[in-house]
């Protein structure tokens, strides 16, 4: 059993920062790749940043590419986010995925992710 569990989030003033934690926890794999994903209320989730394992490529959406690094810790199967210049937009609940290996789903798609955090909510108010 895999477990991915999420820390960081909370409420910040617009313009501030968070640094999200996951770590993963139970039987544990050489993930391929990393993610984090966030879902507003009555949106879909989308794709906010991923890692590889391999290597050191990271992805960004366009949204958070200037405002935001992805970083692991292979060693600790914890993947970090550190988000800066928060805007009212960002708010959502966070999630924290892993892929195993390669998907038919590209990266950004949620389907491509074998596992998932219960999330955690970041609000930023403006």
């Known amino acids: 059993q895999v477990q991915l569990v999420e820390s960081g989030g909370g409420l910040v003033q617009a313009g501030g920062s968070l640094r999200l934690s996951c770590a993963a926890s139970g039987r544990t794999f050489s993930w391929y790749r990393m993610a984090w994903f966030r879902q507003a209320p009555g949106q879909e989730r989308e794709f906010v940043a991923g890692v590889w394992w391999g290597g050191s490529r990271t992805s960004y959406a366009d949204s958070m590419k200037d405002r935001s690094t992805i970083s692991r810790d292979s060693a600790e199967n914890t993947v970090y986010l550190q988000m800066n210049t928060l805007k009212p937009e960002d708010t959502a609940v966070y999630y924290c995925?892993?892929?195993?290996?390669?998907?038919?789903?590209?990266?950004?798609?949620?389907?491509?992710?074998?596992?998932w955090g219960q999330g955690t909510q970041v609000t930023v108010s403006s």
């Open positions: 995925a892993a892929a195993r290996s390669v998907s038919q789903y590209s990266y950004t798609n949620a389907r491509a992710y074998d596992y």
